[in-house]
T-cell receptor, first 115, second 116 residues
Framework: SAVISQKPSRDICQRGTSLTIQCQVD?????MFWYRQQPGQSLTLIATANQGSEATYESGFVIDKFPISRPNLTFSTLTVSNMSPEDSSIYLC????????????FGPGTRLTVL | GDSVTQMEGPVTLSEEAFLTINCTYT??????LFWYVQYPGEGLQLLLK?????DKGSNKGFEATYRKETTSFHLEKGSVQVSDSAVYFC???????????????FGQGTILTVHP
C-alpha cells in the first residue's frame, strides 16, 4: 500500500496570493491525481499529473489557475494561483495502489481558507 | 460521462440500527466500485471495493454487492455504532481506458450520524 503525505496540512491565505501544495508518495507511481473538495461537497478531479509530460486538466480547470509540477515519480505539486474566497476547499492528492489503477490511496488533504 | 448517485442525506440512526446507503452508477464498460469514508477532521479512507459483477466487498462490518443488472452498489451494515458517524462516498473507476484511466468519479456523499 502507498503512504501519501501532503504539505501544508492547512493554511489561511489572503485574496490574490498563491499557495503551492506538495504531495509525496512513498513509492514510484506513473500517475498522480489532484482533487478538490469544496465545503460540504463531494470530490472533483482537477487534473492528472503524469511524470514526464504536461498535466491533463478536467473540464472547468485550467493550467493558469492550477499549475502542476511532476518532477519525478514520487512527488507532485499543485499551485492555487491568484486565490479568491471561492478557492477555499480541501485539496487532496491520490496515487494508485498498483499498476491496475483499480484503487487509489489519498493523502490527508490540505485545508485552504482564503480571506 | 461517468456518474454516481447516492441517496440524499443526512442519515441519522440510533446505535445498533441497520444501515443502508443507496448508490447507483452510470459508466461505460465495467467499472470498479468503491466506498470511501471520511471521519470528522480526517482524510479519505477506502472502506471496501468490488471489481466485477456479483463481487461483494466487505470491511469493518460493512458490505456492498456489485449489481450490474441494476447498476447499484448499496452500502449496508447490520448494526451501526457511534464511531461509524462519518461521511460516506460511493465512487467508481471506469475501466474503459483512454482518458478515463484511473480517475475516480464520486457521488455527492452521505453524512451519517449515529446517536447512542
Amino acid at each position: 500500500s502507498a503512504v501519501i503525505s501532503q504539505k501544508p496540512s492547512r493554511d489561511i491565505c489572503q485574496r490574490g496570493t498563491s499557495l503551492t501544495i506538495q504531495c509525496q508518495v512513498d513509492s514510484q507511481v506513473t500517475m498522480m491525481f489532484w482533487y478538490r473538495q469544496q465545503p460540504g461537497q463531494s470530490l472533483t478531479l482537477i487534473a492528472t499529473a503524469n511524470q514526464g509530460s504536461e498535466a491533463t486538466y478536467e473540464s472547468g480547470f485550467v493550467i493558469d489557475k492550477f499549475p502542476i509540477s511532476r518532477p519525478n515519480l514520487t512527488f507532485s505539486t499543485l499551485t492555487v494561483s491568484n486565490m479568491s474566497p471561492e478557492d477555499s476547499s480541501i485539496y487532496l492528492c491520490s496515487a494508485p495502489r498498483d499498476r491496475t489503477y483499480n484503487e487509489q490511496f489519498f493523502g490527508p488533504g490540505t485545508r485552504l481558507t482564503v480571506l | 460521462g461517468d456518474s454516481v448517485t447516492q441517496m440524499e442525506g443526512p442519515v441519522t440512526l440510533s446505535e445498533e440500527a441497520f444501515l443502508t446507503i443507496n448508490c447507483t452508477y452510470t459508466a461505460t464498460g465495467y467499472p470498479s466500485l468503491f466506498w470511501y469514508v471520511q471521519y470528522p477532521g480526517e482524510g479519505l479512507q477506502l472502506l471496501l471495493k468490488a471489481t466485477k459483477a456479483d463481487d461483494k466487498g466487505s470491511n469493518k462490518g460493512f458490505e456492498a454487492t456489485y449489481r450490474k443488472e441494476t447498476t447499484s452498489f448499496h452500502l449496508e451494515k447490520g448494526s451501526v455504532q457511534v464511531s461509524d458517524s462519518a461521511v460516506y462516498f460511493c465512487a467508481l473507476i471506469s475501466n474503459a481506458g483512454g482518458t478515463s484511466y484511473g480517475k475516480l468519479t464520486f457521488g455527492q456523499g452521505t453524512i451519517l450520524t449515529v446517536h447512542p
